[in-house]
């Protein structure tokens, strides 16, 4: 399986969520590989390599695995500009999405523009818990 996933989080905003996130990248490998994740093992997507990075070498880093993707997964929990962002990139280049909020653990409401882009087809948004998370991937990776 040659599958290259994209997985996005709220990086800045919500660096509290930075251990999830992780747990999420390592259930994702059992389905591709994860072209980001080695952003979500800094605490500052400046020093994602190590070095001290630009943003506009970010983000063309980061559109160039959007464009080398099969499927993103996004944890919308937090509101982030940068994962709408990278979402709206996502559906102008027809891939499928998943997009994982954790309604029970918060008293944040979802964006409309995420929830009402679901079409149980291309947009997927499932509201979950972390141990929902495994039975999750299956179903959505199952019907590639």
Not at 61 to 77: D, F, H, K
Request: net charge negative; proline share 2%; hydrophobic share 35%.
């Amino acid at each position: 399986m040659n599958r290259k996933i994209y997985f996005c989080g709220s990086i800045r905003a919500g660096c509290q969520d930075r251990e999830l996130y992780l747990r999420i990248i390592e259930k994702l490998h059992t389905y591709g590989q994860v072209l980001t994740e080695n952003v979500f093992h800094y605490e500052d997507p400046l020093l994602e390599t190590g070095k001290v990075r630009s943003s506009e070498e970010i983000h063309e880093n980061y559109v160039t695995w959007l464009e080398e993707c099969n499927v993103v997964v996004a944890e919308v929990t937090q509101p982030s500009l940068g994962v709408g962002y990278e979402i709206g990139r996502a559906v102008a280049m027809n891939k499928k999405i998943l997009c994982l909020f954790r309604s029970a653990d918060t008293d944040k409401r979802l964006s409309a523009m995420i929830q009402g882009a679901h079409n149980n087809s291309t947009f997927i948004v499932k509201h979950y818990k972390e141990e929902e998370v495994p039975a999750i991937l299956k179903e959505f990776f199952d019907q590639l």
